[in-house]
């Protein structure tokens, strides 16, 4: 069973801090990595998507991707209160069938 | 693009009845996907139909459930003789290409009673 490991928090940071979320999967076949913020009672929305080793900067997202260590990331800079909700990570299967997902890591910015 | 519209968004349901949802994709989008997610949990894959040919189905599938999506279109997924442990949030998504990201509609949230 190929799996997708988030640390489920509550992660906690104050306001205009550095939030960092992280993630580890299983399958080595897996190419294609998203991740995604969902509020409570609300569906997963895209935040950013990488596919290759190294940094991917989107405005305040930064998501990192190491292959050779199958760990994938994603820094908020300037957190924000409305910044606070649960962040899934997602991998794409070797088969590329279907995405993997994450339980989720809760974040929460205090203001 | 106007979305994946789910529907309906709220479904209460005693033990033992059968349900059925739909879900309409972004209409370009030829691959769609089922997912459940439970509270505290990520979402859960089902199944995935690449136009309307079902080309995966999750091994943790219950033989009462069952998909289709008949004309590469609209699909529905249905639970029969539901049980309480199917209450869950119930996600439909689609996309266009393989690696390219999942969109997911609203959501349809079953109670089993």
């Known amino acids: 069973q190929k799996e997708v490991e988030q640390n489920s928090g509550p992660l906690s940071v104050p306001e205009g801090a550095i939030a960092s979320l992280n993630c580890t999967y299983s399958?080595?076949?897996?190419?294609?990595f998203f991740w995604y913020r969902q509020y409570s009672g609300k569906s997963p929305e895209l935040i950013m998507f990488?596919?290759?080793?190294g940094d991917k900067e989107d405005g305040r997202f930064t998501a990192q991707l190491n292959k050779a260590s199958q760990y994938v990331s994603l820094l908020i800079r300037d957190s924000q209160p409305s910044d606070s909700a649960t962040y899934l990570c997602?991998?794409?299967?070797?088969?590329?069938?279907?995405?993997?997902f994450g339980k989720g890591t809760t974040l929460s910015v205090s203001s | 693009d106007t979305g994946v519209s789910q529907d309906p968004r709220h479904k209460i349901t005693k033990r033992g009845q059968n349900v059925t949802f739909r879900c309409d994709p972004i209409?370009?989008?030829?691959?769609l996907y089922w997912y459940r997610q439970t509270l505290g949990q990520g979402p859960e894959f089902l199944t995935y139909?690449?136009?309307?040919?079902?080309?995966?189905k999750s091994r943790l599938l219950s033989d009462r459930f069952s998909a289709e999506r008949p004309k590469g279109s609209f699909s529905t997924l249905e639970i029969q003789r539901t049980e309480q442990g199917d209450s869950a949030m119930y996600l439909c998504?689609?996309?266009?290409?393989?690696?390219?990201?999942?969109?997911f509609g609203n959501g349809t949230r079953l109670t089993v009673t």
């Open positions: 998504a689609s996309r266009d290409q393989l690696d390219s990201p999942l969109h």
């Open positions: 399958d080595r076949g897996s190419q294609s």
């Open positions: 990488i596919y290759s080793n």
């Open positions: 997602a991998a794409e299967n070797q088969a590329g069938t279907a995405l993997i």
């Open positions: 209409s370009e989008h030829n691959r």
């Open positions: 139909f690449q136009n309307e040919a079902q080309l995966e």
